[in-house]
């Protein structure tokens, strides 16, 4: 067979043009505007919109989980940090106890609260006192019904350094500390079914009538005392048979002497039993709630990244699907001009806009749970930035990684092959 | 005007002075065992300006030459010229720039892209090529009105007939002014009324200058077009430029040429 055979007909063709082919013309090279790849990856979510919203529904969810627990755990720990700001970490609680197993006996003695306020840094010290008596709604009601209520003696300081709050009513005062007046704890004024002192409201304490002028706010740096009936120390002693000596004493020092105050409490307290006084520092609790809540932090985190990952594979098993299924489409572009490039691209694009709208769709969902519970609980909102750009930015590289394998599955495809299908 | 060529022996002669597509001694095999060889040493030059139609029962390797000559498959042996490149020396990313250039696909399914207008999608056609958005609608404006669908730009191409929809496709691959148009069974989808309307609209097209090469295996469209390649086995068996070429029975396989 001869090569060229069409020679001779040549000469029959009219030319107006003359535009000779050059075979060395330089061929520019196919280009997609970023503005048109965008436009081309939508192209498979709006055309299958419903398959999209599911599996970027999986990457939402993961990433929502991960925003709402860091969320969650940075707004908890900024009240209880905002509580250690209103309360302070200078307060020292000392107690009898400690020592040998069994020596519950223990007593601070008479003088622990004289000597506790001779410690240089010291600014102010309380104490409480356990009263050996019940207190009662009325004195008709079986005196063994007690509620858990426990009677304390306090001085008119105690307030001042717990900085607690009254909720209604006035904390004892010098002039009242003689007389039977009584402070209910925020959980006493609850089971005693007292919400107010406008009536002269009384109480049975011990074997008579105490009317109740105040009613305390929940307790923070002291708990214990939410659930007592606070008297003044002088009727405590005069009328209960209060023993002089004080159960608990409450040192505020100077902010910045602490530890050093800390050291020498004990021995300043009980000079004879320095083993037998415990000291303690109730802002190292809330400090250490703080810090729990880290470690359920990383928990809940590993489970939204896990949440996360099948978000991902979900993404993964649409992208291998949706490569399949248009593969004429793969074809037909590669005939347009697509270099295999331009179609890895795409597929790849598609992923990441598929996962980026998760991402951002899981990021407003985790932000809206961490507002919903916050105001639930009464704390301030707090919805960290990096949880938010990090879980867009998550949602990003998990799309990446899920759109790899099929956007290269697209590139290859030959366009021979992708064009036979149908 | 270079009345010269045509003795080219030499590998590397230049084309015809307006052939569009060249090639010649074309070889395709499929590996396998044995391997199955598709075609068997095509030789064809088209010019520009032609409306040439391809055609043959299937399985005598029409497909398999419309993906050569279009730069989609590579020969196993042979040379191909596409608008003056040797395609054996193009990388495959140079194929794609070749594509989107000089070359416009009409496939038996149209293959337009769902959910897109038909303006949209002739304005694809032109989506590689680096023009800008606002250049390529203006121009799928102008080939959707060459087709005679200048009142369907916006319409979804979903809600158009099958001869409109093959209109569309038509727009989109002529819409780049590429060398040439390569028609796979473009009436194949289409009923017998909407057929010889779209072979009319070819028969136009190429009026205003278009190259285009209909690949079909229905003797009455091919028989309606300027020239004939009857391809049987993987081997030009008439050629009605040439009937002296041809080493079968053209008469047979081609009932009369028409025009």
Redesign the interface.
């Known amino acids: 067979m001869s090569a060229t055979p069409a020679a001779p007909a040549l000469p029959s063709r009219p030319t107006g043009d003359g535009a000779v082919p050059s075979v060395a013309a330089r061929l520019a090279p196919s280009a997609l505007h970023p503005g048109d790849l965008l436009r081309v990856a939508s192209i498979g979510l709006r055309s299958r919109r419903l398959r999209a919203s599911l599996s970027a529904l999986g990457i939402a969810i993961g990433i929502a989980a991960m925003v709402a627990v860091l969320g969650i755990s940075e707004s908890s720990k900024a009240n209880l940090l905002q509580a250690l700001d209103r309360l302070g970490t200078n307060l020292l609680v000392v107690e009898a106890g400690g020592g040998f197993i069994g020596n519950e006996d223990a007593a601070l003695p008479t003088t622990a609260e004289t000597m506790l306020r001779r410690i240089g840094p010291v600014d102010g010290v309380s104490s409480v006192t356990s009263v050996d008596a019940t207190v009662l709604r009325t004195d008709l009601a079986p005196s063994d019904q007690t509620g858990g209520i426990t009677v304390k003696a306090a001085d008119t300081e105690l307030l001042e350094t717990l900085v607690g709050e009254m909720a209604d009513g006035e904390w004892i005062d010098e002039a009242r500390a003689g007389l039977p007046v009584v402070v209910l704890g925020s959980v006493t004024a609850e089971r005693l079914g007292i919400t107010d002192v406008a009536d002269g409201v009384q109480v049975w304490l011990g074997d008579r009538w105490f009317t109740v002028i105040g009613i305390m706010e929940p307790l923070e740096l002291a708990p214990d005392l939410d659930t007592s009936a606070v008297i003044g120390r002088d009727i405590a002693i005069a009328e209960l048979g209060a023993a002089e000596a004080p159960g608990t004493v409450y040192l505020r020092t100077d902010p910045d002497e602490v530890d050093d105050v800390q050291a020498v409490t004990a021995p300043t307290a009980n000079p004879e039993n320095p083993d037998q006084v415990e000291v303690s520092r109730p802002s190292d609790a809330i400090e250490a709630r703080a810090a729990a809540s880290n470690a359920f932090t990383a928990l809940f985190l590993g489970l939204g990244a896990v949440a996360l990952l099948v978000g991902g594979v979900g993404i993964a098993n649409v992208m291998v699907i949706s490569v399949l299924e248009r593969r004429s489409e793969i074809g037909l572009r590669r005939a347009l001009g697509a270099t295999r490039r331009h179609v890895s691209v795409q597929f790849l694009s598609e992923a990441l806009l598929l996962s980026a709208a998760g991402g951002l769709a899981g990021v407003m969902l985790g932000a809206a749970v961490t507002a919903v519970y916050d105001t639930a609980r009464g704390w301030e909102v707090v919805v960290p930035t990096v949880g938010l750009g990090g879980g867009v930015a998550a949602a990003l590289v998990i799309g990446a990684v899920a759109g790899l394998y099929p956007a290269m599955r697209a590139a290859r495809l030959a366009p021979t092959d992708a064009l036979r299908t149908v | 005007?270079n009345?010269t060529?045509?003795?080219?022996?030499a590998p590397t002669?230049?084309?015809?002075?307006?052939?569009v597509i060249?090639l010649?001694?074309v070889v395709k095999e499929y590996p396998g065992d044995p391997p199955t060889r598709v075609l068997h040493?095509v030789?064809?030059?088209v010019?520009?300006?032609e409306l040439l139609a391809i055609v043959g029962p299937s399985g005598s390797g029409k497909s398999t030459l419309l993906?050569i000559m279009?730069t989609?498959?590579l020969p196993t042996s042979g040379d191909v010229?596409i608008?003056?490149?040797?395609v054996a020396r193009?990388a495959?990313?140079?194929l794609?720039?070749?594509?989107?250039?000089e070359?416009g696909?009409v496939?038996q399914?149209f293959?337009l892209?769902?959910?897109?207008s038909a303006a949209d999608n002739v304005a694809?056609?032109l989506?590689?090529?680096?023009r800008?958005?606002r250049d390529r609608r203006s121009r799928a404006r102008d080939a959707l009105e060459r087709v005679g669908l200048g009142h369907r730009l916006d319409y979804n191409t979903e809600k158009l007939s099958g001869g409109e929809r093959q209109r569309v496709a038509i727009a989109?691959a002529l819409v780049g002014e590429p060398?040439v148009v390569l028609a796979d069974e473009p009436t194949g989808n289409l009923d017998t009324r909407s057929g010889a309307a779209l072979v009319e609209l070819l028969h136009e097209l190429n009026g205003d200058g278009s190259t285009i090469v209909v690949i079909t295996h229905d003797h009455d469209v091919a028989a309606s077009l300027r020239r004939q390649v009857v391809l049987r086995d993987g081997l030009i068996e008439a050629?009605s430029?040439?009937p002296a070429?041809g080493v079968g029975d053209p008469g047979g396989a081609l009932p009369e040429v028409a025009r």
């Open positions: 005007m009345a060529d045509g003795g080219g022996a002669a230049p084309l015809p002075c307006d052939g060249l010649r001694d040493g030789d064809l030059v010019r520009r300006g993906h279009g989609l498959d010229q608008a003056g490149h040797d193009l495959d990313r140079q794609s720039a070749l594509r989107s250039r070359i696909f496939f399914q293959f892209l769902p959910g897109m694809d056609g989506l590689y090529s680096g800008r958005l989109r060398s050629d430029d040439h070429q």
